[in-house]
């Protein structure tokens, strides 16, 4: 997106440079000449300038918009992250499950609590069953597995 003011810069900088040309056409006098060339050239360094200031304008612009992004992630995360709560699976063992303000909490899950450290929703499935509640989980984003025994899982 180019600036409609940057436009309108390079525009009049160019019809400047062309009204110092047709000067220079009708004017015989050197000291003059050379007065325009200096005007050319400050001319040209205005050009570089007002276009150094628009390619920093357009990284500015990037950098808000990645901004942006993040909070809009970062507030989206919050919404998620108020819908569930740690708990103990089995001992040492961790997992996120949906809490009371969960809006639907069903079916029952689980969240992956490496993923959820790195506001990402990764729901744990299931690997292995040993036996009847027993097993493991994985996470299929970074594939940590947590063994799990029902029995002993207390929310
Ligand atoms: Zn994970």
Not at 31 to 36: L, W
Not at 91 to 100: A, D, K, Q
């Given at each position: 997106m180019t600036l409609p003011e940057v436009t309108t810069a390079f525009t009049s900088l160019k019809t400047a440079t062309e009204i110092l040309k047709a000067i220079m056409a009708l004017n015989?006098?050197?000291?003059?000449?050379?007065?325009?060339?200096?005007?050319?050239?400050?001319?040209?360094?205005?050009?570089?300038?007002?276009?150094?200031?628009?390619?920093?304008?357009?990284?500015?612009?990037?950098?808000?918009?990645?901004?942006?992004?993040?909070?809009?992630?970062?507030?989206?995360?919050?919404?998620?992250?108020?819908?569930?709560?740690?708990v103990?699976?089995?001992?040492?063992?961790?997992?996120?499950?949906?809490?009371?303000?969960?809006?639907?909490?069903?079916?029952?899950?689980?969240?992956?609590?490496?993923?959820?450290?790195?506001?990402r929703k990764s729901l744990l499935q299931i690997k292995k069953l040993y036996g009847t509640g027993y097993g493991e989980y994985f996470c299929p984003e970074c594939r940590m597995g947590i063994e799990f025994n029902a029995d002993s899982f207390k929310e």
């Open positions: 015989k006098n050197a000291a003059i000449n050379e007065k325009i060339i200096d005007l050319q050239q400050i001319i040209l360094s205005l050009q570089a300038s007002a276009s150094d200031f628009h390619t920093k304008y357009q990284e500015l612009v990037k950098a808000k918009d990645d901004i942006e992004k993040k909070l809009m992630d970062y507030q989206n995360w919050e919404v998620i992250k108020s819908q569930y709560k740690l103990q699976m089995t001992s040492g063992v961790f997992i996120y499950v949906p809490n009371e303000n969960h809006p639907s909490p069903k079916p029952n899950h689980y969240l992956c609590t490496n993923c959820y450290e790195k506001m």
